[in-house]
């Protein structure tokens, strides 16, 4: 019975232990900073200076870098940037640097899985690279800290601060295209899909029918080129809804075409219902 409390005391202890929670050396940061309409998020963990020399000692010169500790340190844009004059396509990198005294290589990676460097570079996933001069501040940084700073409408920095180092990596977002696109979008007016909106919601709630049938109309002009069999089925109903059965059952009978065509079976069954419907 004593060898049994005794064994399930130990079970208990090791049970306790594993659930201790201590401070990592190296924290988790995360950074997510909106850069004109783009949106940009770093992953990396931070390790402390803790009375060590950084950079030319526990940093070497001339090497590899992972631009902090423990897993790659991430960078994700939600659209295309320009970073030291090549486009980045939107998506997740991993950032590694070569420091030396003067300058950083900063090394934009297609290959954000590594835990540290790869074992194997690959020249092939490095989309972009920019080499930054070292700048010395006044104070001394702590922790190793990655900053999006100098927001712009059109851009920002990437600032890496240790020790007394800073370095400073500008990249370009594209806000001036997208800006251009949403306003030249607005001052045009309402797209097909926006009548097509309004008109469906205007039948569903049984709301102005003659407002419905503008809409839903001007939706078709809009794509003739381009008839789309769920559109005309919106305005079969609609002109249906008026009492415009003919009408109705024409317009139907083009959806029903275009459904049979495009193998979309619930339209071919529902313009085929309707037009008997409405035929009788």
Do not use: H
Not at 10 to 37: D, N, Y
Not at 124 to 136: D, E, G, L, Q, S
Request: proline residues 5%.
């Amino acid at each position: 019975m004593k060898k049994l409390l005794l064994a399930c005391f130990l079970a208990a202890g090791i049970s306790v232990q594993a659930q201790i929670e201590t401070p990592q050396p190296s924290p988790i940061s995360k950074l997510e900073q909106k850069v004109g309409l783009t949106d940009v998020t770093v992953e990396y963990s931070r390790p402390a200076m803790k009375g060590r020399k950084i950079f030319g000692d526990l940093v070497p010169y001339g090497q590899m870098w992972r631009t902090g500790a423990n897993a790659n340190t991430k960078i994700t844009f939600s659209d295309d940037v320009t970073i030291g004059g090549t486009a980045v396509k939107a998506g997740t990198y991993a950032i590694f640097t070569k420091p030396t005294a003067t300058t950083w290589e900063v090394i934009i990676y297609n290959d954000a899985s590594n835990w540290g460097t790869p074992r194997k570079w690959d020249d092939a996933k490095v989309v972009a690279k920019a080499v930054a001069p070292v700048n010395t501040m006044p104070y001394k940084t702590e922790s190793f800290t990655i900053d999006i700073a100098n927001l712009k409408n059109n851009g920002a920095d990437i600032e890496f601060k240790w020790e007394k180092t800073l370095v400073v990596v500008p990249f370009v977002v594209p806000t001036d295209n997208k800006a251009t696109a949403s306003i030249e979008k607005m001052m045009a007016g309402p797209q097909a899909g926006d009548y097509f909106s309004a008109a469906r919601y205007y039948l569903e709630e049984g709301k102005d029918m003659s407002k419905a049938k503008m809409w839903i109309d001007k939706a078709i002009e809009m794509t003739k080129d381009q008839p789309r069999f769920w559109y005309l089925r919106q305005q079969s109903l609609v002109y249906a809804k008026m009492g415009k059965k003919a009408e109705a059952v024409k317009i139907a009978k083009e959806s029903l075409a275009l459904a049979e065509k495009a193998g979309n079976k619930d339209y071919v069954k529902m313009n085929k219902d309707s037009i008997k419907e409405w035929s009788k």
